[in-house]
């Protein structure tokens, strides 16, 4: 990608209308936290569709090349830090296979942008992070030049990690449909209330606990940005503070971050503070698969806080 390419409507963009009309239903993809989503064919049309408010960086890997791994976490990191600016859309080729034949893409990683619906090549093969910032940072610039000045909406982690076998056997739970839908409208106080009645009857439900944290945590962060990081540093004894950045840093896939903020909250509160924010982190790790490695973590530096 160069400096010239300053105009998206030009001969050689790729064609999405047939991947598009191949999906089944319009669906999200699944989130990887923050400005990050895992792309399928049902959730592909949204995705294209939101190219038209703001860039989306679609980047194809397989789970089998491990070249891949370090380029998909650097770009995940620059893409959340440009605060929905852009949107990272991450393709695995062995799950998503006509994904790829439609983009024309015969080997990965691959990056590409998509940008007002049309397709641009970004680069092929790994790159160090240096080069792959300069690559955002010049996306950004061409969307705003092109009238592209939309915001994506920050995704939460996903709630527990599955094998792909669960996943694709995987079908809609009907106990959580109204959740679901209130969470498609973006009403996340509606979805906490939805899972509140579920949680009601069934409290140990780990589901519904989950999803309750997600939806929660989506509300209190709605419209939050890096200035509740600066808040906090400038207000290490100001509590909701501390809660506002450990939320945000959560959002944005930073997990140890967050929970070594409310850890450390913890240790220098009593009572009803410490009480209050220990809360808080527990509903944090709610969020976040039980086998993470970062509520492994959390947990363990929580306990020996307590005790």
Known sequence: MTTADQNFSRPGAVDLSGL???????????????????????GFEQLAQ?????PVVLLLVSGRDA???QLTTDLSELVNAQQGRLQLGIVDVDTQPRIAQALRVSAVPTALALIAGQLVPLFQGTRDKADVSAVVDQIVEIAVANGLTGRAQPQPAPARAASADADAAEAPDPRFAAAD?????????AAVA???KLLASNP?????????AQAALLARTADADESVLRTAQASPDDIDAQ???ADFELLMGRADDAFDRLVGVV?????DDRERVRVRLVELFETLAPTDPAVKKGRRALSMALF
Not at 50 to 54: A, D, E, F, I
Not at 204 to 212: M, Q
């Open 204 to 212: 140990r439900d780990a589901e519904a606990l989950a999803g309750r």
């Open 20 to 42: 598009t009309a191949q999906a089944s239903a319009q669906a999200p993809s699944r989130s990887g936290g923050g400005y990050v989503v895992e792309v399928t064919e049902a």
């Open 181 to 189: 839908d209130a969470l498609g409208r973006g009403d996340y106080q």
């Open 194 to 196: 939805e899972f509140d």
């Open 50 to 54: 939101q190219s038209m408010l703001y």
């Open 243 to 245: 809660l506002a950045a």
């Open 67 to 69: 070249s891949g791994q």
């Open 267 to 271: 240790r220098r509160t009593t009572d």
